[in-house]
């Protein structure tokens, strides 16, 4: 499997890239999770996206969050793997890029997420650690995680 990225501004995303990544995100956040939220936040515009590509198609995404927007730290929220690529380890593979990138464009710093708490198991495995109560987001049960600066 032929796979690449890109890392971009909300501004620097075309017209199609936009598209695709707010179609991934609705599949799975909207119709998947059957969860009925209102996905764009406006926050995207003050974010770095990360899109992976494999065999030409959008396969995995994250949103690179600055410190402010959602937590006082950097952030990568968003993370999605579309179901025809589930189990290759694309998912891993964007995390990585997403955590290389923060480290890179933001500093190393703590990274904080929202993680729907069934997949703290493959966060821990990136470094990340549990950092507050469970909380409910949208009907499913999500827990804060901080990953220590320069891990």
Do not use: W
Not at 18 to 40: A, G, H, K, T
Not at 66 to 81: D, H, N
Not at 128 to 138: I, K, M, P, S, W
């Amino acid at each position: 499997m032929d796979h690449s990225y890109k890392v971009k501004s909300f501004d620097q995303l075309s017209v199609t890239e936009l598209y695709e990544l707010l179609r991934l995100r609705s599949e799975i956040f909207v119709v998947e999770q059957n969860c009925v939220f209102l996905d764009m936040d406006n926050k995207d515009q003050q974010c770095q996206h990360v899109l992976l590509f494999a065999d030409g198609k959008l396969a995995a995404y994250a949103r690179l969050v600055p410190a402010g927007l959602s937590f006082k730290e950097v952030s990568i929220g968003r993370v999605i793997t579309s179901p025809r690529f589930r189990g290759t380890g694309l998912g891993r593979k964007v995390m990585q890029i997403a955590i290389e990138y923060c480290e890179d464009h933001f500093g190393k710093r703590p990274i904080r997420i929202g993680a729907q708490c069934y997949a703290t198991p493959f966060y821990r495995s990136l470094g990340f650690v549990e950092d507050g109560e469970v909380y409910d987001e949208d009907g499913i049960d999500h827990v804060e995680m901080l990953r220590p600066a320069g891990l």
